[in-house]
């Protein structure tokens, strides 16, 4: 990757095979990295992860943690042990979880992943929230979770386009915000509740795109992956 592109493509697929061609044919195209979440780590195990970061790109891990602290300090240690870049676990698991996450990493060096908290899943809204017994709105929640991240040495924080601006407002530039639900115009927003297009979110002041079925699902994902990254270039250009 030469690019200084904010785009992690998820290839969200059980094929090793598939998933390794998309990846490849990816390879030379705009984007900043890859990631993989539960339906590869499922499919493919450690050895399927290890094949994706042989590749050379930065690898992005979002199983998203959710256990007892001891639990998922050894998980994510052995997260560590796969290469990779960065790594998902939730901000619901509370405070002595994410402590326990960030001192499993702590003496890794520059083998360090960043530690990222998700906070509210962009497949949920309002209402959702309502029926899992929380009575606040998405951003209240996601704020209080980012105030969560902040004091338990999370690097950054999974969080939807539309909650970045109350994020940055609140706690400045001291979380890396990565953010998914991002939906170029015209492209279907599928299970994707709480949208934005890739300029808007990088104008909203997003450090990371994750971008899925947007790319992986076009007829041509490199044609795909171009056509963000100009789109993005744009809003950046725009915005300096
Ligand atoms: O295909 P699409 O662009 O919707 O993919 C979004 C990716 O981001 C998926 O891999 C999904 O698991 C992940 N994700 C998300 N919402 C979160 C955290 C991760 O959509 N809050």
Redesign the pocket.
């Known amino acids: 990757m030469t690019t200084n592109s904010p785009v992690f493509c ?1 290839i ?1 697929r059980a094929d090793l095979s598939g998933a390794l061609l998309l990846a490849r044919s990816l390879h030379t195209s705009p984007i900043g990295g890859l ?1 993989v ?2 339906e590869f780590m499922t499919a493919n195990g450690p050895s399927g992860v290890r094949s994706i970061v042989d590749l050379g790109l930065p690898v992005f891990l ?1 199983l ?1 943690f959710h256990d007892i602290p001891n639990t998922v300090a050894g998980a994510v240690r052995a997260a560590a042990d796969l290469g990779v870049t960065m790594l ?1 676990l939730h901000l619901q698991g509370g405070p002595a979880m994410l402590w326990a996450a960030a001192d499993a990493v702590k003496d890794l060096g520059p083998r360090r992943p960043l530690l990222l908290g ?6 949920m809204d309002d209402k959702d929230l309502t029926t899992i017994g929380v009575e606040s709105t998405t951003e209240a929640q996601v704020l209080r979770l980012a105030g969560l991240a902040r004091k338990t040495g999370m690097d950054g924080m ?3 386009p539309r909650e970045i601006a109350p994020i940055r407002e609140a706690f400045g530039q001291s979380l890396k915000l990565v953010v ?4 170029p115009a015209g492209s279907a927003a ?3 509740k709480r949208t934005m297009t890739p300029g808007e979110a990088v104008k909203a002041g997003a450090d990371y795109l ?8 076009a007829g041509s994902p490199r044609a795909a992956a171009h056509a963000i990254h100009e789109e993005i270039d744009a809003a950046r250009l725009a915005a300096a």
């Open positions: 998820a969200d990631k979440g539960l979002d998203k998902t998700v906070s509210v899943l962009t497949s999974i969080c939807s998914p639900g991002i939906r599928g299970d994707q994750v971008i899925g079925r947007p790319i992986t699902g």
